[in-house]
C-alpha cells in the first residue's frame, strides 16, 4: 500500500520561504501514469490546490501561487517537496501530500492515497 508522509517546518517566519517534503513509501513517484499533488486547507477558508509533479516530472503550479511555488522532487530518495517563498500569516494552513490517478483540465483527479498533514503556521 502507497504511503505519503509530509514533513518540514511547523513554524516558518514571514518573508522567509516554505519547504516541505513528501516522502512516499510502497511506490514509486516515477510511475506512470500518477500526480503527485500538493494541497492546503486554509483556516475557515477551505481546501486550497497548490499545484503537482507528475511521474513524467513535468510540474504544473495553481496561477494564483506560480510566481512563488516550486515543485520538484529527489527520485533517489522517492521523494517530492514544496517551496513556497516570501510567505505572510495568509500561508497558514495544513499542508497535505496526495497521489491522483489522473488529470481533468490540469486538475487532479482520482486521489488515491493522501498524507496525514502537516500544520505550518507563519508568524514572526
Known amino acids: 500500500q502507497v504511503q505519503l508522509q509530509e514533513s518540514g517546518p511547523g513554524l516558518v517566519k514571514p518573508s522567509q520561504t516554505l519547504s516541505l517534503t513528501c516522502t512516499v513509501s510502497?511506490?514509486?513517484?516515477?510511475?506512470?501514469?500518477?500526480?503527485w499533488h500538493w494541497i492546503r486547507h486554509l483556516p475557515g477558508k477551505g481546501m486550497e490546490s497548490i499545484g503537482y509533479?507528475?511521474?513524467?516530472?513535468?510540474?504544473y503550479v495553481t496561477p494564483s501561487l506560480k510566481s512563488r511555488t516550486s515543485i520538484a522532487r529527489d527520485t533517489s530518495k522517492n521523494q517530492f517537496t514544496l517551496h513556497l517563498s516570501t510567505v505572510t500569516p495568509e500561508d497558514t494552513a495544513v499542508y497535505y501530500c496526495?497521489?491522483?490517478?489522473?488529470?481533468?483540465?490540469?486538475?487532479?483527479?482520482?486521489?488515491?492515497?493522501w498524507g496525514q498533514g502537516t500544520q505550518v503556521t507563519v508568524s514572526s
Open positions: 510502497g511506490g514509486s513517484i516515477t510511475t506512470n501514469y500518477y500526480y
Open positions: 496526495a497521489r491522483a490517478e489522473g488529470l481533468t483540465d490540469q486538475v487532479p483527479v482520482g486521489f488515491s492515497s
Open positions: 509533479i507528475a511521474y513524467s516530472g513535468n510540474t
